[in-house]
């Protein structure tokens, strides 16, 4: 107990003499609110499905060609096709759907 008492008391004391640093942060970000944001996230998928929709679609049509009668891989081909269809509809729509959301909710949007 006789040791630990003046680490004790130096660790409690240190910080009090110890003078006051300025630390800044710097925003890795370069939005500066939550909207932009969001705003720039959505406009980076919607550059990363422009590449890969129309290539899904190229996979789905070679699956579904090279099936040769096999219902499992032209089932799969049909999927692939239909969900990359449905995702790039979303990805189109995200703006608009981001500008009814702000609406609904009674946000003012930028």
Same mark, same amino acid.
């Given at each position: 107990m006789k040791k630990i008492l003046p680490i004790l008391t130096l660790l409690l004391t240190l910080p009090i003499g110890a003078t006051a640093a300025v630390i800044e942060i710097q925003n890795p970000l370069t939005a500066?609110? &939550?909207?932009?944001?969001? $705003?720039?996230?959505?406009?980076f998928v919607f550059k990363i $499905?422009?590449? /890969? $929709?129309?290539?899904m679609i190229i996979i789905g049509a070679a699956l &579904?060609?090279?099936?040769?009668?096999n219902l499992q891989q032209v089932d799969r081909a049909k999927k692939i096709?239909?969900?990359?269809?449905i995702g790039f509809a979303?990805?189109? /729509? $995200?703006?608009?759907?981001?500008?009814m959301?702000?609406?609904? /909710?009674?946000?003012?949007g930028g």
């Open positions: 500066p609110d &939550f909207e932009t944001i969001v $705003a720039n996230l959505i406009d $499905a422009i590449v /890969l $929709a129309p290539l &579904f060609i090279t099936s040769a009668g096709i239909i969900y990359t269809v979303i990805v189109l /729509l $995200a703006k608009g759907i981001m500008a959301i702000e609406q609904l /909710l009674g946000v003012q």
